[in-house]
């Protein structure tokens, strides 16, 4: 669960989201669940041209399984607290 | 099983937001359907009431009546709200008959694995 907990904290941030066919699609994260699919608020795909079918999608729901990447915001990321809890985690909680 | 309150149902990761509106989805194969949203469960299955296939050739495009569909949830890459204030598609694309869109379809087709052959042909070239 720490990867969801890791998502949760995220909430409200900026992030891009690469899929499996090369989608990449920014937006606000709003929610992540325990698949971690994903639901993005106030969305732009980063090639509109080749994706016009997106142009009036403003929030989206992407399913956890085609999922390649999450880009986040360096500011996102606490190392030392992902790293403490990455231990805890490898520990058995 | 508990029911979700109206004001968790924004909140959380669920289709239920979604539910009675008009969505995107679109599917591992590259197809787009549109439709209500009138049912879905945890894997993303969902069903669409009134669901059309948007088939997209360049700057043609064409909506294709479905019907009633169930999707199931594996093939669902993104399910997108529609947003109907929004132009739908950019102003530069032209609305076609299923007829014509089927032909744009496959003259597409033939172009792609007419490039196949070609290169298929040249490999001996050494190219890249």
């Not at chain 1, 937006?27 to 608020?41: A, W």
């Not at chain 1, 994706?51 to 030392?80: A, K, T, W």
């Not at chain 2, 969505?23 to 299955?45: C, E, P, T, Y």
């Not at chain 2, 744009?104 to 007419?114: F, H, P, S």
């Amino acid at each position: 669960m720490l990867f969801f907990s890791y998502f949760k904290d995220l909430v409200g941030k900026e992030v891009t989201v690469e899929l499996k066919n090369d989608l990449a699609i920014r937006g606000t994260l709003h929610s992540v669940d325990q698949y971690l699919n994903i639901k993005l608020e106030n969305t732009r795909v980063v090639d509109q041209d080749k994706y016009p079918h997106m142009l009036s999608v403003r929030n989206c729901f992407i399913r956890g399984s085609v999922v390649r990447y999450v880009q986040l915001p360096p500011e996102g990321v606490d190392v030392d607290l992902l790293h403490d809890a990455t231990r805890r985690e490898a520990r058995g909680g | 099983m508990s029911w979700a309150g109206q004001e968790d149902i924004y909140l959380s990761t669920s289709l239920a937001s979604y539910l009675d509106k008009k969505l995107l989805v679109l599917l591992r194969d590259g197809r787009k359907l549109m439709g209500i949203l009138r049912s879905f469960d945890q894997f993303a299955n969902a069903v669409l009431e009134g669901a059309c296939e948007r088939v997209i050739v360049g700057d043609l495009y064409c909506d294709i009546h479905l019907g009633l569909y169930v999707i199931r949830g594996e093939n669902v890459v993104l399910i997108g709200e529609l947003d109907l204030e929004r132009e739908e598609l950019p102003p530069h694309m032209t609305r076609v008959s299923e007829a014509e869109i089927k032909r744009a379809q496959k003259a597409e087709r033939e172009a792609t694995d007419l490039k196949g052959t070609m290169r298929k042909r040249m490999e001996f070239l050494d190219l890249d």
